[in-house]
């Protein structure tokens, strides 16, 4: 296994923050430096800062209904985050993909690195299904824009699929895609004036959030598609 999935699985570093602690010296293999790029196999004892890293018993992932108000991180910056809602079993597993501090709903958490790149990976085009209301009407014009054309934004052009919750309600909408770039919905709905009041996740992938209380997780079986 490569170092930085071992410290992925191991800590609460993500890969990129493994990199860098082994690029910073703070990791060691068998008591020597450790370098980018080594492979860890069982008889490697590896640390970080000096504590001995055990690996990984077992591949786990979850799902968690995310409440508004949480930050998808481990260092909240005076907001409440996720990891005050999992119990200590669940508190070395890293996020797949993130939901905004005001928004709600699906959020996996794993530490299988395989799965979390097949999910996120723009190539792979994994559905993200999401419910949305609007702070007034959407008008018919700016429906089609979105939904034919897409709208052009900085980081290029977005194009989401919309569908009424309701009849007749043109404040409430399904949206269908399958990006996930930043604030993608958001910003596409603000470039057009309309600012979006709840955001809440019901879908990822094969992974829908179903009857899940808000605040609670649940073990997603291995055998599930992926």
Excluded at 39 to 44: M, N, Q, W
Excluded at 190 to 199: F, M, S
Aim: charged share 25%; proline share 5%.
């Amino acid at each position: 296994m490569r170092l930085n999935k071992f410290l992925a699985q191991g800590t609460t570093l993500s890969r990129r923050k493994a990199d860098e602690a082994i690029a910073a010296g703070r990791v060691s293999m068998n008591g020597k430096p450790a370098g980018q790029g080594m492979d860890v196999s069982p008889t490697d004892v590896v640390q970080l800062d000096g504590i001995t890293v055990e690996a990984a018993s077992e591949v786990l992932t979850i799902m968690l209904h995310k409440p508004r108000g949480y930050v998808v991180s481990r260092y909240g910056q005076g907001s409440e985050i996720i990891y005050d809602l999992l119990p200590p079993e669940y508190q070395l597993l890293n996020p797949v993909g993130r939901l905004d501090k005001d928004s709600s709903g699906l959020l996996l958490l794993t530490n299988d690195g395989q799965l979390a790149q097949g999910l996120t990976h723009p190539s792979k085009q994994k559905i993200k299904l999401y419910e949305v209301e609007l702070d007034k009407p959407l008008q018919p014009l700016h429906r089609q824009m979105i939904s034919d054309q897409g709208l052009q934004l900085e980081d290029g052009v977005s194009k989401l699929q919309l569908e009424r919750q309701r009849d007749g309600d043109d404040r409430a909408w399904a949206i269908t895609m399958h990006e996930g770039r930043n604030r993608q919905i958001r910003r596409t709905f603000a470039a057009l004036g309309y600012g979006v009041r709840t955001l809440h996740r019901t879908q990822f992938g094969p992974y829908t959030l179903g009857s899940l209380q808000v605040g609670k997780t649940k073990p997603l079986d291995a055998t599930e598609p992926k």
